[in-house]
């Protein structure tokens, strides 16, 4: 009797497409941090003078903080872009929610960045105005400044809130990572959000102690999601939304 066999085949492990993804979501995370600190510190001179833009200035300094702020801006893009494939399995509309919320979130800082470049060229271009232009000069100075403050209020404030509702939400419910690390995401974003509010009517000034008070949860959430992506990846999920 002839007994007739298949060939053999290799078993191999599954290999996670979007392994990547993650990672690079990971590391987009924390290039936001590594961009909007430092680019916080080198646009201090035009925020803290009002005379700025008719004074002597800092040009480079407020420009490589501009660029930083751009750099931080497409890194918040692509946090979102990049971890979508990844997540669309296990709620597609909160993961297009939180691409669309990052998309905002970017538009609204490039506003404050062209604000900002604007008083730069405005000082650079009309540096020898005297009298009644230096005032007028002075005014638009604010003018663009108070701008980036309101970008800066309604961007990292706001929507960053938002942001940390729709991916911790996401997050808790699928157990792709431990639940600890988007808990602190829901549990900032309302204070985060309250916080924005009550600047939004004049309660508080954006960078006082109730706000940074306010800013720690979320920073912590997005600093611990974004290396824990880095590092370990996702978890197995024990269920998706198509399943449930």
Known sequence: ???TEGPATATRPRTD????????????????????????LLIAPVLDHTDYITG?????????????????????VGT???????????GEALALGFVTSRLVEAGIILVGVVSLL??????????????????????TGQALVAVRDWT????????SGVNALLFGTLLYRSGLVPRFIPAM???????L??????????????????????????????????TWMLVKGFRPPAVTTEQA
């Open 1 to 3: 009797m002839t007994t």
């Open 17 to 40: 497409r979007t392994r990547n993804h993650v990672r690079a979501a990971g590391a987009l995370y924390l290039v936001t941090f590594a961009a909007s600190i430092p680019a916080l």
């Open 56 to 76: 002597d200035g800092a040009d480079t300094r407020v420009l490589w903080g501009c660029l930083l702020d751009m750099v931080s801006a497409l890194a918040c």
């Open 80 to 90: 979102a872009v990049t971890v979508f494939p990844a997540v669309k399995r296990h």
């Open 118 to 139: 604007s008083v730069v060229t405005l000082r650079q271009d009309l540096s020898g105005a005297t009298g009644a232009d230096t005032a007028a000069l002075a005014t």
């Open 152 to 159: 800066f209020l309604l961007g990292p404030g706001f929507m």
């Open 185 to 191: 995401g829901l549990v900032g974003a309302p204070l």
């Open 193 to 226: 959000l309250a916080s924005g509010i009550a600047t939004f009517f004049g309660h508080h000034d954006q960078l006082s102690a109730w706000s940074f008070l306010a800013t720690l949860p979320v920073a912590a959430w997005e600093l611990a999601v974004g």
